[in-house]
């Protein structure tokens, strides 16, 4: 248990100051314990709770005391006597013994845990040996009584001595104190795991509301990024493009000749200022895609078209870079239901990167066939699964032979900014925003993006688009 129980909790249990004797004890188990001491000296036994409650009874046939009590004035003293009996306040031994009208004796042995009086066994009625029953003061309630009777009856009570019921009565008291104790124990042991498993789920719920507002923070703070992004590129934009736009008309010469280093540097300008809009632009789309703000112009549009206008916009750098480009597109593939410039931008991204991971000499394919799309899971049953039919799909595989992406980077290139550290990442350029534009927006289109290795060396992507919104063209 990492922090106290309650200090009232811990008290309660240790001092046992709130303990019951009915709460510790087996009552069952109690009576037959009981049982075999008035089976032994055949004297009857009680046990009482503080508060005067019969817990436990191993009691006898008791003659005497039913032919007595069929005579009113002696039931009635009989059932005080009894009453007197259980409020005997046992002396500082902890016992007490009292005699009956009959002449017949009790005796009371106080039940006593960690200095705690917890209750009391009472033994009897029972005869000392040779006694005999006080007839004169029965006679005098009732002058009816059947005086030899009552002896004969006397007769058949248990006889022992006042010594012998006070052992029985200690005896008893020990025992119970021994089952007291385990039984205690094991309370205690039950009780101090329940308010350490209280405490831990108390914690648990602490942790819980912390993280729950934690995560309404980060969710906060998450859209606050989205909107300061969304803002501060739709600003940067506007001047952006007046800087593009002047250096141009400058390397154009609409503003007068200019010399060759002029040019150059105006160029670079312009080159730069490219650069920092589409960064721009792609920071515009991932903000959208992440509030989900993207409106998609979904059409049935050609998958071959759009291949081949990717391959023919990395052609230069490719060709630049010795870096041999393939396409190949399934002839009977159908059109394709998405946004095609969307299609584009993430076949694009995906075979931009591919050339640029690629050391000379290599091969960058861009493929795009029919397929059949595992279904999604429908839940942890395997059963609903199996049952979901399986759907038409478009595959694209954007291969190459270049670097290759460790396996356990796979997942974590699709995070905004994320490159795989290595300088040959570094020494390409970029800023990473790339595949988690990629990423959005094949979800976007209910599609999904996975990466394999290639054989010998380099990395495929593998895009996967369902079909059910097309048309056969
Ligand atoms: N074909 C590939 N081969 C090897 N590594 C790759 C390939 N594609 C992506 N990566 C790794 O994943 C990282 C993230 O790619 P991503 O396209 O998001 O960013 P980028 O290309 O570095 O920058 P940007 O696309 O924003 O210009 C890359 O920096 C690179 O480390
Ligand atoms: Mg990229």
């Known amino acids: 248990m990492t922090a106290a129980a309650g200090p009232g909790l811990i008290d309660e249990l240790v001092l046992g100051s709130t303990l019951k004797l009915e709460e510790l004890i087996d ?3 109690l009576a037959e314990l009981m049982e075999s001491v008035r089976d032994l000296f055949r004297v009857p036994v009680r046990l009482y709770s503080e508060e005067g409650r019969l817990l436990a009874d191993a009691g006898a046939e008791n003659q005497l005391y039913a032919q007595l009590s069929e005579s009113r004035p002696l039931r009635v003293a009989l059932e005080e006597i009894v009453q007197r009996v259980k409020n005997l306040a046992p002396g500082p031994d902890g016992i007490a013994r009292m005699s009956c009208i009959t002449g017949a004796r009790y005796c009371v042995a106080r039940v006593e845990y960690d200095g705690h009086s917890m209750g009391r066994f009472i033994l009897g009625p029972y005869a000392l040996p040779g006694g005999t029953p006080d ?6 309630l009732e002058p009816e009584l059947d005086a030899p009777r009552t002896t004969e009856l006397f007769g058949k009570l248990p006889a022992v001595t006042d010594e012998l019921a006070t052992q029985i009565g200690a005896h008893l008291s020990r025992m119970l104190d021994l089952v007291l104790f385990s039984e205690h124990r094991a309370l205690l042991t039950s009780q101090m795991h329940l308010a350490s498993v209280r405490e831990s789920f108390r914690e648990l719920e602490d942790k819980s509301k912390k993280l729950e507002s934690a995560y309404t923070k980060l969710t906060e703070l998450d859209r606050l990024k989205s909107n300061f992004l969304a803002t501060m590129s739709h600003e940067l934009r506007t001047p952006l493009t007046s800087i593009i736009g002047y250096s ?6 609409l503003a007068g000749e200019l010399s060759a280093e002029q040019r150059d540097f105006v ?5 730069k200022g490219e650069q920092l809009l589409l960064l721009i632009k792609g920071l515009l789309d991932l903000s959208k895609l992440e509030s989900g703000t993207m409106s998609l112009r979904k059409d049935h549009v050609e998958a071959a078209k759009i291949v081949k206008d990717v391959i023919s916009t990395v052609q230069p750098h490719a060709l630049k870079k010795d870096v041999r480009l393939i396409q190949s597109v399934d002839p009977g593939l159908p059109r394709v239901f998405a946004d095609g410039e969307r299609l584009g931008q993430v076949l694009l991204n995906l075979a931009e990167n591919a050339v640029k991971f690629t050391p000379p000499g290599g091969t960058v394919s861009l493929e795009a066939k029919l397929v059949r799309m595992d279904p999604e899971p429908l839940g942890t049953q395997h059963g609903m699964v199996l049952l979901a039919t399986k759907r038409s799909g478009v595959e694209f595989r954007v291969a190459d032979t270049g670097i290759g992406i460790p396996e356990n980077e796979r997942a974590r290139v699709f995070d905004a900014f994320y ?3 290595g300088s040959s990442t570094r ?6 925003l790339g595949l988690s534009i990629v990423k959005r ?30 048309s056969l063209g």
């Open 248 to 253: 141009e008309m400058l390397v154009e010469g």
């Open 135 to 140: 007839v004169a003061a029965l006679a005098a």
């Open 441 to 470: 927006l094949v979800e976007a289109h209910d599609g999904n993006v996975s990466i394999e290795s290639n054989q010998p060396a380099g990395t495929v992507f593998v895009v996967r688009l369902p079909l059910r919104h097309t």
């Open 267 to 271: 160029q670079t300008i312009r080159e």
């Open 419 to 421: 490159q795989v550290d």
């Open 27 to 29: 009552r069952k188990a």
């Open 427 to 432: 020494e390409q350029g970029g800023t990473g």
